[in-house]
Structures are given as structure tokens and as C-alpha cells.
């Protein structure tokens, strides 16, 4: 499994605007840390502006940062599953554009396996219509700009977009998954 110096895992997941993942899985149980940023395009456009063009190639992403012991792989595809629309082809509700685009960056032959199968398993299960999810392997990842960062915590309901979007999600995921939140400091 992808690991960091200190021996924690990485997942790169893709489902729309960074803002939503980022703010779910903060509050998950064995996640230490998650940074937004880009995958899937090149360093030269790796940046809001060009990305948002919809012509880098590149899909908002986070990369998450967890302990396996704590909690697995296929676990934070369960929630990746549930928190944003597989099956729309290069749009998560009002975002629309490839950078949008719903995506499994794997940093391992046994992501991508898990993946695979967790998307099997989900066509199944979750959705009605076909799931669209890319699944390659990790190329590069490109942070994003720092304002990006820790955005809905620092931003919250005050922005209307936060409050329409992020609020639901966050408690959806509350709800579904009240047994893997953190505890609460």
C-alpha cells in the first residue's frame, strides 16, 4: 500500500470540487491529513485558474493521508462512493467540466485491485446507472494554492456555495458514518 515516511497510506480520490472531499475526510477516524490539489494533467497548468479552464487534463482531487490501522482503503472507498454521483460523466451537480470528473488516482497495484473491485461492487449495490469512475494510476500530484487548504473549516456557512454543497455532504456522511468520525476535541 502507498506509504509515507512515517507509514501511513495514501489515497487519492477525485469526486468533484476538492472543497467537498476535503471537508468529509477530515472528519473521518484515521485520517491525519488531507491536502486539495490536481492529478491527472501536467506540473506547467497545475493551478486553479488553468485547471478551471476545464483544458489541463487535470481533476480536483485530495490526497488523504491515513493510517491503515485505523482504517482502510476500501473503507474510505465506501465513503468516496457515497458522497458524490459516480455515474455523471465530467460533472458533480452544478460543477461541470472534466475537472470535475469523478477519479481513483492509485498509487499501488493493490489500490488499483481494490479499487476495481470496490467499483464492481458498488455498480451493483449504490447506483442505477453506470459508474464512470477513472481508474489509473497516479502520475503526479500537484498541492493546491494555499487558500484551497483547510477550506471549509475555515470558511464554513459563510460561504453560500459551502452551505448548499459542503453542509449536506458533511452531514450525510455524519449520519451514514457516525461510527468512523473522529472524536470530537
Same mark, same amino acid.
Given at each position: ?24 475526510? *477530515? ?11 490536481? @492529478?491527472?494533467?501536467? !506540473? %506547467?497548468? #497545475? ?51 472534466? *475537472? ?11 489500490? @488499483?485491485?481494490?479499487? !476495481? %473491485?470496490? #467499483? ?66
Amino acid at each position: 500500500m502507498a506509504t509515507t515516511p512515517s507509514s501511513q497510506a495514501i489515497a487519492t480520490l477525485g469526486g468533484g470540487c476538492f472543497w467537498c472531499l476535503e471537508a468529509v475526510y *477530515q472528519r473521518l477516524r484515521g485520517v491525519t491529513e488531507v491536502v486539495s490539489g490536481y @492529478a491527472g494533467g501536467d !506540473a %506547467a497548468t #497545475a493551478n486553479y485558474e488553468a485547471v478551471c479552464s476545464g483544458r489541463t487534463q487535470h481533476a480536483e482531487v485530495v490526497q488523504i493521508h491515513y493510517d491503515p490501522a485505523q482504517v482502510s482503503y476500501a473503507e474510505i472507498l465506501d465513503i468516496f462512493w457515497t458522497i458524490h454521483d459516480p455515474t455523471t460523466p465530467n460533472r458533480q451537480g452544478n460543477d461541470v467540466g472534466p *475537472q470535475y470528473r469523478s477519479a481513483i488516482f492509485t498509487h499501488d497495484p493493490e489500490q @488499483a485491485a481494490i479499487a !476495481a %473491485a470496490s #467499483a464492481r461492487e458498488v455498480a451493483t449495490q449504490l447506483w442505477d446507472d453506470p459508474i464512470v469512475t477513472e481508474i489509473t494510476p497516479l502520475e503526479a500530484f500537484y498541492p493546491g494554492e494555499g487558500y484551497h487548504q483547510n477550506y471549509y473549516n475555515n470558511v464554513g456557512d459563510r460561504n453560500p456555495y459551502c452551505s448548499f454543497i459542503i453542509t449536506p455532504k458533511v452531514n450525510k456522511f455524519r449520519q451514514r458514518f457516525a461510527d468512523k468520525l473522529k472524536p470530537v476535541s
